[in-house]
């Protein structure tokens, strides 16, 4: 198992979606701003560094749409995507498959699929609207 954490804000808005038999997720993204050292310049630039995330299951459906912009801290696992593309040719991308999301700007902490509770610590947060 892996662990992944992330404090950054949404960088377009994020979408619930359904399949055709009523599994619900949602895709978004979050920005962070990293440092990349310059050698042009011999300076230490913010680069904006975009990681995609999930949320699946039951909890997709409550947390709702959230805004670009919206601060989050998100938990979860780095998971791994493959397919072939049109052209036969393997494609893959990372994801960070969302355990816990806490919404900052609003202070409110949302649950999602993980039942196990969190071993790290995590923003301060008000009491979860579930």
């Not at 609003?106 to 039942?115: E, I, V």
């Amino acid at each position: 198992m892996n662990k992944v954490e992330l404090t950054g804000r949404i960088a377009q808005d994020a979408k619930v979606e359904s399949t055709a038999n009523g599994y619900t997720y949602i895709n978004f993204s979050v920005a962070q701003d990293g440092i990349k050292y310059n050698p042009q310049t011999n300076a230490n630039e913010v680069k904006p560094q975009y990681f995609d995330c999930q949320i699946k299951g039951k909890y997709a459906g409550q947390v709702g749409d959230l805004p670009k912009g919206t601060e989050v801290y998100v938990v979860g696992e780095l998971s791994q995507d493959q397919w072939k593309d049109q052209q036969g040719n393997n494609r893959s991308k990372l994801r960070v498959t969302c355990n816990k999301i806490d919404v900052l700007v609003q202070g409110q902490s949302y649950p999602t699929q993980s039942a196990a509770p969190i071993d790290s610590p995590a923003p301060e947060q008000l009491d979860s609207p579930f």
